[in-house]
């Protein structure tokens, strides 16, 4: 399984950025895929996850800046970033579990996924 993310890149604050993710070699249901961050010196964070179904889940204070979505006839996952902030400033990583089902109160937790791609930065300066 291979998830490589593009999109990222240097904004003011207040800008905007798209993610990308795409995803190969995914045999199963997708039953759902995230979105998360990490910022230097801290721990990784769940940034949005988004179910087969279309079902959302934020992490705090994202919802209403950041709206996740998913293209399956193109094997993507899109990350729109609205109003950026510096303290969003992270590499960015997409991630996907092994084909099963989880609640949508655990998929931000890095743990219930499997694979990852190599992440892309994003950089928000005031």
């Known amino acids: 399984v291979m998830l490589v993310e593009s999109g990222g890149g240097s904004v003011q604050s207040g800008g905007s950025l798209r993610l990308s993710c795409v995803v190969s070699?995914?045999?199963?249901?997708?039953?759902?895929m995230g979105w998360f961050r990490q910022a230097p010196g801290k721990e990784r964070e769940g940034v949005a996850a988004?179910?087969?179904?279309?079902?959302?889940i934020y992490g705090d204070s994202l919802k209403g800046r950041f709206t996740i979505s998913q293209d399956n006839a193109k094997n993507t996952l899109y990350l729109q970033m609205n109003s950026l902030k510096p303290e969003d400033t992270a590499m960015y990583y997409c991630?996907?579990?092994?084909?099963?089902?989880?609640?949508?109160?655990?998929?931000?937790?890095?743990?219930?996924?499997?694979?990852w791609g190599q992440g892309t930065q994003v950089t928000v300066s005031s």
């Open positions: 988004i179910g087969l179904d279309d079902t959302t």
């Open positions: 070699g995914y045999s199963g249901s997708r039953y759902f």
């Open positions: 991630a996907a579990p092994r084909s099963r089902y989880a609640h949508i109160t655990y998929r931000l937790q890095p743990s219930y996924y499997d694979y």
